[in-house]
């Protein structure tokens, strides 16, 4: 008998606890919890990343463009985050191509002093030709000069003989002084023009050498080293270029004055506006909050890797001063966007939408009803209930039974109040 009580025993424990659970009334297994009433708040979060508000940046050679040189190699890079003083090194630039450059003008220059070189020559000969030819036409001038005294016991035939003949030669010593002043302008000239384009590369030669000192380069003040961004927002690194255009290396931040950049989707960029505070967390350091505001937000949004729609940069002032906040570092920022006072709020997986109005399944006299609401402002969690509740009231957080008709309560009056 004892064994028969040892196995019936537990059988009938089954059978009524299954009776109990088929038994029940449906609504009994349902989820009920009663409404918050209190401050309401609607947060966008959303990851960011520090920089400084300002920084000295870390540059390279200021005229590469002015020396045809459009992209320099960075060879070597101290590691990022090194403590320098003011003239410590830095980084090295790749020098192959400004050597070449300098290795041509070289060249250029050693040309252009063989051309004066040869000018000077030249000159000198034509010009000592030139002097010896007038010392003859002199010499025969004055032949011709005495033949014209001598000529006046002569017959008139003779003596104009001996006239024409002195004109002639004295007009050709008036040419020759005359073709000797301009040989020795042109020798002048030309000795200018190649002194200029002479001048012309030694200048060069200069802003080359002075160029190539940049291509090393030192810190222009104390701090620490941060890497410059790529275009792609990747850290600069030894075998990434810099252009003449922007070339910028590294930065030295100013740490008393940081700013979270943050970056919202195109759905909530509307809520967010200037003067809007903000609870600034740091991913390395959990359980550090840091208060800021919003000071910037664009106006046009941008395509950036990883986001399927458009982004818009925000910027958060950190107000504390600490000197754990650095760089690069990850930011949680949660920018409270609204806040309502003595609000009456649900979770959201309480609010159901039908035919374009907003009900919620509560209890109501022993039994759950099918009521209409008027919703307000709504969070990633929980919503405010206008009007359809009150703060006694339990409300379903399950999914009502699909095979049960519940009675339906509908506002009289309803305001819309949505956002």
Known sequence: MKKVLYFAIPVVIIIVVLLFIFLKKPDESQIFVKPIKGTFKVIVTTSGELQAKNSIDIQGPSNARNLGIWQ?????????????????????????EIMNKIKEIELSIQKY???ILQSQ???TLNLSSARDEMENLKFSLEEKKLLKEQSIYEPP??????????????????QAIANYSTKVKKAVATLQIVGTDLSKEEQRMMQLLSALKEFTITAP??????????????????????????PVVAKLPDLTSMESITYVNEVDIQKIKLGQSVQISLDAIPGKKFSGEVIKVANIGEQRSGSESKVFEVKIKINEVDSTLL????????????????????????????NGKYYIYKRSNG??????VLIGLMNENEVIIEQGLTKDEEVMISFPHKDKNYKTIELTSVQDKTN
Request: glycine share 4%; aromatic share 8%.
């Open 72 to 96: 320099m190699k960075i060879t070597q890079l101290i590691p990022e985050g090194t403590i320098v003083k003011t003239g410590d090194f830095v980084a090295e630039l790749d020098k192959s």
């Open 113 to 115: 002093q063989s051309q």
């Open 121 to 123: 020559l030249d000159s």
């Open 157 to 174: 035939a003779i003596q104009r003989q001996v006239e024409i003949d002195y004109e002639r030669t004295k007009r050709a010593y008036d």
């Open 221 to 246: 003040a104390d701090g620490m080293v941060i890497y410059a961004r790529e275009w792609n927002g990747r850290s600069k690194v030894v075998g990434s270029t810099i252009s003449a255009w922007e």
């Open 327 to 354: 760089p690069a570092m990850t930011t949680s920022n949660e920018i409270l966007v609204a806040t309502q006072e003595d609000a009456l709020f649900i979770p959201l997986e309480c609010l159901h939408f039908e």
């Open 367 to 372: 039994e759950v009803v099918k009521q209409q």
